[in-house]
Structures are given as C-alpha cells and as structure tokens.
C-alpha cells in the first residue's frame, strides 16, 4: 500500500531545539501539502510544494518554519527553535495535479511535543 | 477568505442510530472532501465530492454546489464510527489548498 508516508510519527523537542518532519507522498504524486492541528482545532494550510518548487506558502508562519521538497526524496518540514506554541500535529497530503480539482490522500501525521 | 461551518458540533448516538451532518461554504468551491479523524488521529478519506451524490457502505454524502452545502448520512451506526468528521474545501479560483471546517464530534455508545 503505496500512501502517504510521515516520519517520525511521534516528535518530542526541548525549547529551542530543531524539529525535522519528512513526508513521502503517495507513489505518482508530485504535489505535496503541509497541514497544522493544533489541539482541539481544525487544521490548517501551512504551504503547498511541487518538487524544487514552493508554490504557496501563505499560512506558514514568518520566521522559523521551513519547508522543502527535493528532486529526490521526501518533503522536509523543518522547524527552527521550537517553542511551547508549536506542539502539534503535522500532517502532510499529497495529489496527483496541482488543479484544485483533485483529492489530496493525507499521511497518519506526526506529533509533535515541545518541552 | 471562505468559510466553513459545520453543524453540528457535538453528536451523541446510540449504536444502530442515523445521522445527517452539514457543512455550510460561504463561496463556490471546486473541491470537497469529508474526512474521518479516528481517535487515533489518524485522518481518513471518506469522499471527494465536489457535486452529487456518493455512497461507500453505510456512508453516503450528497454536495449541492449551487447551494453551498454538503451532506454526510451515517446509518445503522457503530462504535467505530467514533471521532470527528470534517469537512473541507477547496475555493474556486485558488491553489489546491483545502480550507477545514471545525468538524462535527460523534460519539456513539453501545
């Protein structure tokens, strides 16, 4: 079962500390999406990616957080500094197209803990 | 920017019971999807329904676009079918980034 892939599953950081999360999309798809829950919330669009490409980063927040997604490879969500606030799930999506028609299949997410 | 409402928040059954969830968007969309998060956390794709009507087991799901809502039916429900159930949308015109509801949480007992 080729899905989307997310590690770690399960996060845990000290204030100030890296956090690095990977996403391998569904076998075929080009088009990956980051997503944010925080508890007891919705989620949220945080950036969308073709490969080398950031295409729409609007809800990804000004400093610390950074995303990527290489020629070869998963997609890297990388958080700089961690703080409390951060402590979430993360999930990433991925679709065939970049047409806002198609389905985005989602990965089981990671949580992510800040100490 | 679009908005998402579903009703209604909270949603108590006992098993074997119906259901009729909504999610109300306040613009025209070219993409929806309802979504079931287990109590796990894990986040399943239930339907891609940007119009119509679809039916998968004892889920079904209609979308009237003209109209700005969709609707999921649960029926004869189970224990499993615990969680919440979201909704959400893609806007005409934009990126394909989905835009969630608050999501309805059911809890059916035995």
Redesign the interface.
């Known amino acids: 079962n080729a899905g989307v892939m997310q590690n770690p599953r399960h996060l845990v950081r000290r204030r100030g500390q890296e956090a690095r999360l990977r996403c391998s999309p569904m076998k075929g798809h080009s088009h990956v999406y980051w997503y944010r829950q925080l508890p007891e919330e919705g989620l949220k669009f945080m950036v969308y990616l073709q490969k080398e490409n950031i295409i729409d980063e609007s809800g990804m927040p000004k400093e610390r957080f950074s995303a990527e997604f290489p020629k070869e490879g998963p997609s890297i969500l990388r958080i700089q500094q961690v703080v409390r606030g951060d402590s979430a799930a993360y999930f990433c999506a991925s679709s065939n197209s970049g047409g806002n028609t198609y389905e985005q299949y989602f990965g089981p997410g990671t949580r992510l803990t800040v100490t | 920017g679009i908005q998402v409402e579903q009703s209604p928040p909270d949603l108590i059954l006992q098993e074997g019971a119906n259901s009729t969830l909504r999610c109300n968007f306040s613009d025209s969309v070219?993409?929806l999807?309802w979504?079931h998060q287990n109590p796990w956390?894990?986040?399943i794709?239930l339907f891609?329904i940007?119009s119509g009507t679809k039916q998968n087991g004892r889920l079904s799901a209609t979308t009237v676009a003209t109209e700005r809502y969709s609707l999921l039916y649960i029926s004869s429900s189970q224990t499993t079918d615990s969680g919440v159930y979201?909704c959400?949308v893609?806007?005409?015109?934009?990126?394909?980034?989905?835009?969630?509801?608050?999501?309805t949480r059911l809890a059916v007992h035995p």
């Not at chain 2, 893609?90 to 999501?103: D, Q, V």
């Open positions: 070219n993409n999807q979504f956390g894990q986040l794709n891609y940007p979201f959400a893609t806007p005409s015109g934009g990126y394909n980034k989905l835009i969630f509801g608050a999501g």
